[in-house]
């Protein structure tokens, strides 16, 4: 059975200060939930996360991560520095890495490689553009994406990677893919992991939502049947309002 995963995306938000009170303040809330919570704090805050976070069961992930172990590349933080923090989860391929950062499928796979290789989960996000939803093809883009991000990923591997589908056109705009639009997109992607997989593991892959989820919207969304949980990004960070989300 799939266990729902709620993950915030905290993005260039939350010094350690910020960090502190608002896990001291989301702790007590949560505790009862049978939903997995994740928060992926940006990596100047991960130390005060990981000491706020102390006997809770909420897991901590980071945004970002290199596929290098260790050398000149000045600025990236390595897949071991997230290790040696308490790091389990690292996001890779989020649209605005992807769109501003202009990180391809190559380096995407690379670093989930790298990342499985090291024994942290990646939450990989895949989604299309507007125009490639207009077009109608957000199937073809996505699965492109998934397929790329994936080469060189064992079956047991696969088990433990969350994908996070995003559509582009959904994340900090307000608004929200359908339910019904989201569920189509991760049968989809279900569909492409069981041609890549087989059934079993398929069935296990958690397969997010990610785009405005906001306490309005997330019981629709959670009610579909292949949607297990959501990314959230803006909602994310204020406590009341991801308390309502993992909640749900
Ligand atoms: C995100 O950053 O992954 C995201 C989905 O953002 P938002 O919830 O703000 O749309």
């Not at 994406?145 to 433990?160: D, I």
């Not at 997989?197 to 989820?213: D, F, M, R």
Request: overall charge negative.
């Amino acid at each position: 059975m799939r266990v729902p995963v709620m993950a915030g995306n905290w993005k260039m938000h939350m010094n350690s200060n910020e960090t502190k009170s608002f896990i001291h303040d989301l702790r007590g809330r949560v505790e009862d939930t049978e939903v997995k919570v994740i928060l992926c704090v940006p990596f100047t805050s991960i130390s005060a996360a990981k000491d706020a976070l102390a006997g809770t069961k909420i897991g901590l992930g980071a945004q970002n991560m290199s596929w290098e172990e260790k050398g000149a590349f000045t600025g990236e933080i390595s897949p071991d520095m997230l290790l040696s923090e308490g790091v389990e989860y690292v996001i890779i391929g989020h649209s605005e890495r992807r769109a501003i950062f202009k990180e391809t499928d190559d380096m995407i796979n690379k670093k989930v490689v790298k990342a499985l290789e090291k024994g942290l989960i990646p939450i990989l996000c895949v989604g299309e553009t507007l125009e490639e939803r207009e077009e109608h093809k957000a199937k073809e883009v996505t699965k492109h994406q998934l397929k790329e991000a994936l080469k060189g990923v064992r079956v047991k591997e696969m088990e433990k990677i969350i994908v996070a589908y995003e559509p582009v056109w959904a994340i900090g705009t307000g608004k929200t893919a359908s339910p019904e639009d989201a569920n189509e997109m991760a049968v989809f992607i279900r569909e492409t992991l069981k041609e890549l997989y087989g059934e079993e593991t398929s069935e296990e892959v958690i397969i997010q939502y990610g785009g405005s989820v906001k306490p309005g919207n997330v019981e629709e969304i959670m009610n579909q049947s292949d949607v297990d949980g959501a990314l959230v990004g803006g909602a994310s960070l204020k406590v009341e309002d991801f308390e309502k989300i993992v909640n749900f």
